[in-house]
Structure formats: C-alpha cells, structure tokens
Nanobody, 122 residues
Framework: VQLQASGGGMVQEGGSLRLSCVAS????????AGWFRQAPGKELEFVSA????????IYSEPMKGRFFMSRDDAKNTVYLEMSTMKKDDTAVYYC????????????????RGQGTLVTVSS
C-alpha cells in the first residue's frame, strides 16, 4: 500500500487547511489511518487516527476541537481538516495506515507516506 499526502502549504494564524491522503494498492477499509507531524527540531507527534474499537477518530489533546479527520471510502482517501491554526502547528504532516489497535505509536503503522509541509505564519 502506498500513501500520498498532499494539501500542505502556507496559511496564516487562525486560518484553515485541509490535508488529503490517498491510498493506492490497498484500501482504507482494511486499515485504520492516522496522521502524525514533526515540527522543526522536535520529535514526531501523534495528531489523530481512526480507532478500530470506537469507529471514529481520536485526537491528540492540542488538536481537539480544531482538527477533524474524515474518510471517503469511494475515493480511498482520508482527510485532516485543520482550523484555527497556530504557529505551533507548523510541521511536516504524515499519514499512515495500520492493521493493529495501537493508534498513537508511529512504529505500529504498517504503511507510511511521505509528508506534506504545513507552515503557519503570523
């Protein structure tokens, strides 16, 4: 399965941006998708992911209420809609897909895509 993230770019503080992640060679119906990000000089950070048990997205605390993850099975695509963005949201965002239940551990993901850069300016 290959994952391709897109939609990154520059946005002003308080603005919105939507990232997309398209899967090829597989389907998100068989995998649970997740988003991670890595800010300059910082470690990789969990953003959000679909939970197998809950059937709905789980979000890291700083993203709750601002970020929304969704999926379109017909397009084999997952989305991350980001709003009320802050400068701290500046990072390379990665999408990934997993079979297992451990949604917040990057190493638990079976497939990982290349990142897309998001820059939030003041």
């Amino acid at each position: 399965v290959q994952l391709q993230a897109s939609g990154g770019g520059m946005v002003q503080e308080g603005g919105s941006l939507r990232l997309s992640c398209v899967a090829s060679g597989g389907t998100f119906k068989l995998f649970a998708a997740g988003w991670f990000r890595q800010a300059p000089g910082k470690e990789l950070e969990f953003v959000s992911a679909f939970s197998w048990s809950l059937g709905e997205p789980i979000y890291s605390e700083p993203m709750k209420g601002r970020f929304f993850m969704s999926r379109d099975d017909a397009k084999n695509t997952v989305y991350l809609e980001m709003s009320t963005m802050k400068k701290d949201d500046t990072a390379v965002y990665y999408c990934a897909a997993r079979r297992g239940p451990n949604y917040s551990d990057w190493k638990s993901y079976d497939f990982r895509g290349q990142g897309t850069l998001v820059t939030v300016s003041s």
